[in-house]
């Protein structure tokens, strides 16, 4: 099952990384994140976090690109008809999708990397991290934690024809709940419980205290253990949603 | 699961429902499949003919578990194909004809590898599995190239080798041969004609009725959803004795001149294909009435080309099949 995961994720990747479209916009968005990040916190007055702004433009990058992968595609697996094929196979439906948002986690992680050395060559951004060795790890969980909350959605994006429209509204939103950028104590006290539930709060808020200081563990355990929680409902509604895409006839186009 | 059928389909039925508008939705429900009963022997090259619509491909998707039929069931190899689905998927292969189903950016290797995978074929044999089977349909050398530089025919080729990967008992191929050069489509004849000699189920489904004749034990004949003839192409031929045929290339027939056609005493049938600037016009008559002379008589001062009368041929009687119903 492991290697079929690995298989997978690598040929996915493989296949991503191939796209003109793809490497196009991972050669643009670092920069614009990384440009975002600075000014604004500059205008914050707050140059002294410089770091942790073009981190969280980093992770920004990640979601987008689990985001693009979950929805985008498996709209894409529909319109080139691979996503009957893999649908055919005979394992549980996980060992088909989960490599597919893992691949797109992998690649984004690059976002996160670009985002950093264009911050450090355009911007003089000291990469001055607290905890490097827990930076790493943070970021390997940020990855994980993408992952499975990608499978989540990527559940009912097998089920829906047009999943891509319903995949893009949710890009900006997860960026402001999760707290990749501004920090979650500026926003509305209603939005607390649902940034408590995000794996993306945690993941950022673990690269965060990684980056400036802080405990970085336990963070990371409550992101590990959220997206253990997303494997195991995108696992029991991939099951689900399956059959209804069965029922409905919307694995093809048409 | 011991039947003695690989493929069981009793009144398998499917209908679409489709919804178009947010605010004012409308509700459309099209019925593809109306039951269908088919049953098809271990080792048997079966074959599924009817013109686009007829609900061919529906019938394939319900059987191979990628559609939930609305109502009626269907076994294969005496399993379930909505119950059991998992059995079903490790006993079947899927093809399909066209550009689509395959990883373009991907090399044809790695398309392989990936499937090979999916599909369980066990670590150990799966590079001796693959090389088999680039050898099988001719791609060995050209497999590390990226498939979205491969011709159609080539990726067709791929398309059956992933089909094959996992030796599935039953093997459904949708309309392989379409848009495949004439040489290619040979080859693919061959290839699957070898599959069923060595014990595979087949089914096949094809506009080309060539392909049909040459290649199918049995044929059903699908139309508007519903199997409309049942039989051996010796049989379904016989269904247009006491016919005769009369071909006409011409240029700018109206539909008027084709009704007016239908009307002469002795006419069974007429089509008329368009290849291109020409247009092929085929009347089907009593073979015991010579139409000729008063077909060319309705056609007067349409631009003619070559006429010709023969015996009918599996065609005339998929088109007497298909028109009839």
Avoid at chain 1, 118 to 130: A, E, N, Q, S, V
Avoid at chain 2, 68 to 91: K, L, Q, Y
Avoid at chain 2, 307 to 321: C, F, G, H, K, M
Wanted: charged residues 20%.
């Amino acid at each position: 099952m492991l290697r079929t995961l690995l298989i997978g994720t690598l040929l996915h990747a493989k296949h991503l990384s191939r796209s003109p479209f793809e490497i196009a916009l991972a050669l643009v968005i670092p920069l614009v994140q990384a440009t975002l990040a600075v000014y604004l916190f500059r205008a914050g007055d707050e140059p002294h976090r410089l770091l942790e702004a073009a981190v969280g433009a980093g992770l920004m990058g990640i979601w987008s690109s689990v985001l693009t992968g979950s929805g985008g595609a498996i709209q894409r697996q529909r319109w080139h008809g691979t996503l009957e094929m893999i649908m055919l196979a005979p394992r549980h439906p996980v060992l088909m999708i989960l490599p597919i948002t893992a691949a797109s986690a992998v690649t984004g992680t690059y976002s996160l990397l670009a985002t950093l050395l264009w911050g450090r060559l355009i911007y003089r951004i000291p990469l001055d991290f607290r905890h490097p060795v827990a930076f790493l790890v943070a970021a390997v969980v940020c990855v994980v934690g993408l992952s499975m909350f990608g499978l989540l959605m990527a559940s009912t994006f097998v089920l829906l024809r047009n999943a891509n429209a319903l995949a893009n509204p949710l890009e900006y939103p997860i960026w402001l709940l999760s707290g990749m950028l501004v920090p979650i104590a500026t926003l509305p006290s209603w939005t607390v419980p649902i940034a408590a539930v995000l794996p993306t709060t945690w993941g950022a808020r673990a690269l965060r205290e990684a980056t400036s200081g802080g405990p970085v563990w336990p963070s990371a355990g409550v992101c590990l253990a959220i997206s253990a929680a997303c494997l195991v409902l995108g696992a029991l509604f991939l099951v689900s949603f399956e059959r209804r895409a069965r029922a409905a006839g919307t694995l093809a186009l048409s | 699961m011991g039947s003695e059928y690989a493929i069981e389909a009793e009144g398998l039925r499917r209908v679409y429902r489709t919804r178009t508008g947010w605010l004012r939705p409308r509700r459309e429900m099209v019925e593809a499949v109306r039951g269908v009963d088919l049953t098809v022997r271990r080792g048997e090259l079966f074959g599924l003919l009817g013109p686009n619509g007829a609900g061919k491909t529906t019938t394939i998707k319900m059987l191979n578990t990628l559609l939930i039929p609305t109502s009626g069931t269907a076994r294969i190899n005496g399993f379930d194909v909505v119950r059991d689905t998992r059995e079903v998927r490790r006993r079947i292969g899927y093809v399909f004809g066209g550009d689509r189903g395959l990883y373009d950016r991907l090399s044809g290797l790695d398309n392989l590898r990936y499937f090979a995978e999916l599909y369980g074929v066990p670590a150990r044999d799966q590079k001796r599995r693959i090389a088999e089977l680039l050898e099988l349909v001719g791609l060995t050398g050209r497999e590390r190239e990226p498939v979205d530089g491969y011709s159609r025919g080539m990726r067709q080729r791929l398309h059956i080798a992933r089909g094959l990967l996992h030796r599935p008992e039953v093997l459904f191929l949708d309309e392989p041969s379409i848009g495949v050069d004439p040489v290619a489509a040979r080859e693919l004849r061959q290839t699957v004609a070898g599959l069923a000699a060595s014990g595979t189920t087949v089914l096949l489904t094809t506009h080309y009725m060539a392909e049909a004749d040459e290649l199918c034990d049995r044929i059903a004949v699908i139309a508007d959803g519903r199997i409309q003839a049942l039989g051996t192409p010796a049989e379904l031929r016989h269904r247009a004795d006491g016919r005769r045929v009369v071909e006409i290339e011409a240029y700018g027939v109206p539909d008027t001149a084709v009704a007016a056609l239908r009307d002469l005493p002795g006419v069974r049938e007429t089509a008329l294909e368009e290849r291109g600037a020409l247009q092929l016009l085929t009347v089907q008559s009593d073979a015991h009435v010579d139409v000729q002379g008063d077909v060319l008589r309705e056609l007067a001062g349409i631009r003619l080309g070559r006429v010709n009368s023969r015996e009918p041929t599996l065609e005339d009687a998929y088109v007497a099949i298909v028109n009839a119903s």
